[in-house]
């Protein structure tokens, strides 16, 4: 079992910068994929970023050149620093995490989530 725990998130102006931060925790053979996922009020979950172990990026179209997803491997965590921030990035942000059991199963393990707002 993956434990996701993030950080961060909270209320800010349009234009300014935020970082969020997910720690996975628990017992399991290793974590693949990393990644923040946002969903908004009567919107469908959406991709925001991903990062695989060896470091390759994905981004949603919409976050390109503003947001930007690092992690450490050795600490299982992984960051967002998000800047730039328009109104329409005000969402819960969702840690994601691709773990792979002692069995060698691949799961799908998601955090809490942590609200993010971005005042016009």
């Known amino acids: 079992q993956v434990q996701l725990v993030e950080s961060g998130g909270g209320l800010v102006q349009a234009g300014g910068s935020l970082s969020l931060s997910c720690a996975a925790s628990g017992s399991f053979f290793r974590i693949n994929t990393m990644g923040w996922y946002r969903q908004a009020p009567g919107k469908q979950r959406e991709l925001v970023a991903t990062?695989?172990?060896?470091?390759?990026?994905n981004y949603a179209d919409s976050v390109k050149g503003r947001f930007t997803i690092s992690r450490d491997n050795a600490k299982n965590t992984v960051d967002l620093q998000m800047s730039s921030l328009k109104p329409e990035d005000t969402a819960v942000y969702y840690c994601y995490a691709r773990g792979i059991t002692w069995s060698l199963a691949g799961m799908d393990y998601w955090g809490k989530g942590t609200l993010v707002t971005v005042s016009s």
């Open positions: 990062i695989t172990s060896g470091g390759n990026t």
